[in-house]
């Protein structure tokens, strides 16, 4: 079954220092993998996603992630945090075609708090 | 460009009652989707449609059903609320492929079975 974890359930950075939040998946196939925003009392925000192709995927605000095969990752990361980046960030995972589901799974969630 | 717009923001029903949650997108997406969001959880996928007249169980559909007879609408109903309904509903879409594609959110719905 295809799962994804973030291992952290809040993330503290100060402004202007670089921010990283982890994200590790299993799938049976080739993921298809995104990262998603909330802030609060809204809906999600779609920020970036990896379907194929370069590693390195740049997405809005300033926001990156690396897809890493072998370790199974996918993290989000940004050069220089701001407090309005303060958020609830989710990973998101579905397998690929010759996978075994085609429903989304979400992980539970990191809490990123940026501090002035 | 409204998005995807869900009403009622809030509600709050007692145990044995039905209702509806309404979504509506103007992006003429293909794509919708219903999932419930609950404490300490990511978001569990309720029903989707891949197009009008078209729908089908998501991870967790026991006791809610859809139906979409146009590509705008997608309404959720709670055929008798239970107590484990409470949680914020969100509607989202898309235009192409199953899941592949990026999802717009709507604001979500919170609903509170007593």
């Known amino acids: 079954a295809q799962s994804v974890a973030q291992p952290e359930d809040q993330v503290n950075v100060a402004e202007g220092n670089p921010l990283t939040v982890k994200c590790t998946y299993s799938v049976s196939g080739n993921p298809y993998l995104f990262w998603y925003v909330q802030y609060p009392n809204r809906g999600l925000q779609f920020l970036l996603k990896?379907?194929?192709?370069?590693?390195l995927v740049k997405g809005s605000y300033g926001f990156e992630a690396e897809f890493n095969k072998s370790q199974t990752s996918f993290h989000l990361k940004k050069p220089s945090a701001l407090v309005s980046d303060s958020a609830l960030y989710f990973c998101a995972v579905r397998d690929g075609p010759s996978g075994g589901s085609y429903i989304p799974t979400f992980g539970r969630g990191t809490s990123l708090i940026v501090h002035p | 460009n409204a998005g995807v717009t869900q009403t009622p923001k809030f509600q709050v029903l007692k145990t044995g009652q039905s209702m509806t949650l309404q979504c509506a997108q103007d992006m003429n997406h293909e794509y919708m989707s219903w999932y419930r969001q609950d404490p300490g959880m990511g978001l569990r996928l309720i029903h989707y449609s891949v197009g009008a007249g078209i729908t089908d169980q998501g991870e967790v559909p026991n006791g809610y059903n859809v139906s979409r007879s146009t590509t705008e609408d997608f309404p959720l109903r709670l055929l008798s609320a239970a107590p484990s309904q409470t949680s914020v509903y969100f509607c989202?879409?898309?235009?192409?492929?199953?899941?592949?594609?990026?999802?717009?959110f709507g604001p979500g719905t919170r609903l509170t079975v007593l």
């Open positions: 989202a879409s898309s235009y192409s492929g199953l899941f592949t594609d990026t999802q717009y």
């Open positions: 990896y379907i194929t192709g370069d590693n």
